[in-house]
């Protein structure tokens, strides 16, 4: 079915700037809603942004709203997310997943499918 594969990932400078992709195979990709998770060392896998399938409704989270945009090109099967003015805390490896359902949530279990994970080091 749907199969995802981060990339863009590695070592940034604090207050640089980075910007991730995900590129998706399948042909339920147009309708899937994506997102992206992350998780830091010694920390669970948390919600970071989503977007919805059709509508573009987008959700962050607090943590990184003002610094992160995500946005998808259904086209090229392929979800983004641009971060800008990244810290220490933003230092972690950051997942794609998707959901068949209608909304954006912030949990794990509502998300299907996982790539295998990108690693972002924000260096001091």
């Known amino acids: 079915q749907v199969q995802l594969v981060e990339s863009g990932g590695g070592l940034v400078q604090a207050g640089g700037s980075l910007r991730l992709s995900c590129a998706a195979s399948?042909?339920?990709?147009?309708?899937?809603?994506m997102a992206w998770f992350r998780q830091a060392p010694g920390k669970e896998r948390m919600f970071v942004a989503g977007?919805?399938?059709?509508?573009?409704?987008?959700k962050y989270a607090d943590s990184v709203k003002g610094r992160f945009t995500i946005s998808r090109d259904n086209a090229k099967n392929t979800v983004y997310l641009q971060m800008s003015s990244l810290n220490s805390e933003d230092t972690a490896v950051y997942y794609c997943?998707?959901?068949?359902?209608?909304?954006?949530?912030?949990?794990?279990?509502?998300?299907?499918?996982w790539g295998q994970g990108t690693q972002v080091s924000v260096s001091s």
């Open positions: 997943a998707a959901s068949g359902g209608y909304f954006v949530t912030e949990t794990l279990d509502g998300y299907r499918y």
């Open positions: 977007i919805s399938a059709n509508n573009g409704v987008t």
């Open positions: 399948g042909r339920t990709f147009s309708s899937d809603i």
